[in-house]
């Protein structure tokens, strides 16, 4: 099939960037969206112009890597898929397809469609984890019996590839639903509930210095997620905050 | 770190707005529940009106009360305001396309623009009315209480109130709806038992209430006497 793709372009984080329109043929609907870009990549490398510069790694929906709002959503049309799980099957032949990168303070640009999300990570390090003393004693798995249903709601939590699918689509670019899984994949744990006040607040506080927007709770992110974390998650780390910052000296 | 954090946080901003929104929607259902006496037109009815009008600006436990009303609506109008200057900056550049409504309603995205709307509602209407029943020229009823009654028919006797009134009890549902909910949320309060339960009852109480303030003006206007 044809398709014309308008795409952002952007030379570097000073650039002021664009949007640039590319015809392209012979695109097959068997190809991925990032498969589909690598054979305009491609092209555009033979006729000696820049390639498009767009992050990417597992390709099967693992890493949270892939990113682009496509025509208009984070990931594209399609629920519970990335980027590198969405298929040209889901476009028709002469379409027009917007991509840009995803909009955010806190996700600054580096190239094209490429952008920072070193702020998660930031997040994620100010206590997202559990000390562990590594002397040797080791404790077995097995002596510490948890709930199946904590068990099951943790690892749903767990389940978040930090994509910033969540901040991509809310109108506030909030990164509530991504620090919630974070927050809550611990706070379920008893191995996590040692931690569990420092780490609310302290995360809590990364995410609001690093300059992502409020949660106003309009529900975008939960139903862009490709993992389907749930707004529950969200509840938990109000309610934990709430605790922690009334209950810690 | 933790008083910073029950006062200047992200979330700390959002437990403010949902327990003064949460607030008005108390005071909705009392002001309701008095205001309903107005569809009552008779002379006994004006007697009625008044005399719990002048109760209510005069008891000391609803004076406090009112302060209290008058605060928070304040903060809410406020903390709300700050948080939406937070939430634009955080996305200094719009998507040039994007399909909003594919993962979210639009009033849940428009509260800022809903409630400033609900803001300039409450300011004309508590000139027209609240005001004058502390400050301005009343007449006096039969029983030698303020006449606020009879301030409030000859308003609704012009088509422009009436229809200032209803639509801004059109926008006031559309808060509502998004914001009764949203307030559990934002307490933390979502549990896949009782969530269901609370968007039903949010979205009741957003639709029933406006309707039964909308319901007063439209009343009157229909029932006005032509000339007194
Ligand atoms: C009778 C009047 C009002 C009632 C009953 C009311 C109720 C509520 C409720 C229950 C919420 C949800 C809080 C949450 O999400 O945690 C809310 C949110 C909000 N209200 Fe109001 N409100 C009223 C008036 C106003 C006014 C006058 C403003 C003026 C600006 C306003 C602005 C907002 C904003 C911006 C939000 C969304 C905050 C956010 O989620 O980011 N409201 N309101
Ligand atoms: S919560 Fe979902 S959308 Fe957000 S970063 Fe995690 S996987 Fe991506
Ligand atoms: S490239 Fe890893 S999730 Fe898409």
Redesign the pocket.
């Known amino acids: 099939m044809k398709l014309t793709l308008k795409i952002w372009r952007q030379k570097g984080p000073k650039d002021k960037g664009k949007i640039v329109d590319y015809p392209v043929n012979d695109v097959s609907e068997d190809m991925s969206f990032l498969e589909m870009l690598d054979v305009l990549n491609d092209d555009l490398v033979r006729k000696g112009e820049e390639p498009i510069a767009f992050d990417h790694d597992c390709r099967e929906g693992i890493c949270g890597a892939c990113s682009l709002f496509i025509n208009g959503e984070a990931h594209g049309p399609g629920r519970m898929i990335t980027t590198c799980q969405l298929h040209m099957r889901k476009f028709k032949d002469g379409d027009t397809i917007h991509v840009e990168p995803w909009r955010a303070e806190a996700f600054p640009v580096i190239k094209d469609l490429a952008v920072d999300r070193g702020a998660f990570d930031r997040i994620q390090a100010a206590g997202g984890f559990v000390s562990v003393n590594t002397n040797g004693n080791l404790v077995d798995g097995n002596a510490l019996p948890i709930p199946k249903a904590d068990a099951d709601t943790a690892f749903d939590a767990a389940t978040c590839i930090g994509c910033g699918a969540c901040v991509a689509t809310c109108t ?1 670019s909030s990164a509530m639903l991504f620090v919630a899984a974070k927050v809550s994949q611990f706070a379920l744990l008893p191995q996590g509930k040692v931690e569990a006040k420092n780490r609310v607040l302290a995360m809590v506080e990364q995410m609001d210095k690093e300059g992502f927007g ?4 309009t529900g975008a992110c939960e139903v862009e997620c490709p993992k389907g974390i749930s707004l529950e998650h969200i509840a938990r780390m109000n309610r934990e905050y709430l605790a922690a910052s009334v209950t810690k000296e | 770190m933790s008083r910073s954090a029950l006062l200047g946080s992200s979330l700390a901003k ?1 437990y403010w ?2 327990l003064t ?2 607030f ?2 108390v ?2 259902i009392a002001h309701l529940a008095g205001n309903l006496q107005l569809l009552d037109m008779s002379p006994a009815g004006q007697l009625k009106f008044n005399a719990y009008a002048k109760f209510m600006t005069t008891f000391p436990v609803v004076k406090i009360v009112s302060y209290l009303l008058y605060a928070s ?1 304040l903060f ?2 406020f903390d ?2 700050i ?2 200057i937070q ?1 634009r900056k955080a996305r200094p550049i719009k998507y040039a396309y994007e399909k909003a409504n594919a993962s979210s309603k639009w009033y849940s995205r428009q ?2 623009l ?3 709307l ?2 300039v509602f ?1 300011v004309l209407h508590m000139k027209h009315f609240w005001y004058e029943m502390h400050w301005g020229p009343l007449g006096m009823d039969a029983d030698g209480n303020k006449d606020l009654y009879t301030l409030v028919a000859a308003a609704f006797a012009q088509p422009l109130y009436v229809l200032v009134y209803v639509a801004s009890m059109v926008v ?1 549902a559309f ?2 709806m ?3 909910q ?2 559990f ?3 933390g309060l979502n549990h896949p038992k009782y969530m269901p339960i609370i968007k039903t009852v949010g979205i009741f109480f957003a639709v029933i209430a406006p309707l039964f303030f909308a319901l007063i003006p439209v009343w009157m206007f229909v029932n006005a006497s032509p000339v007194q």
Request: hydrophobic content about 55%; overall charge positive; aromatic content about 4%.
């Open positions: 506030n409020n949660c106003s709770n | 959002k707005m949902a929104g949460l008005l929607c005071f909705l609506i809410h109008a709300g305001i948080l939406t939430n509260m800022a809903l409630g400033m609900v803001l409450i006031l808060h509502l998004h914001g009764f949203s307030a949320q934002s307490m």
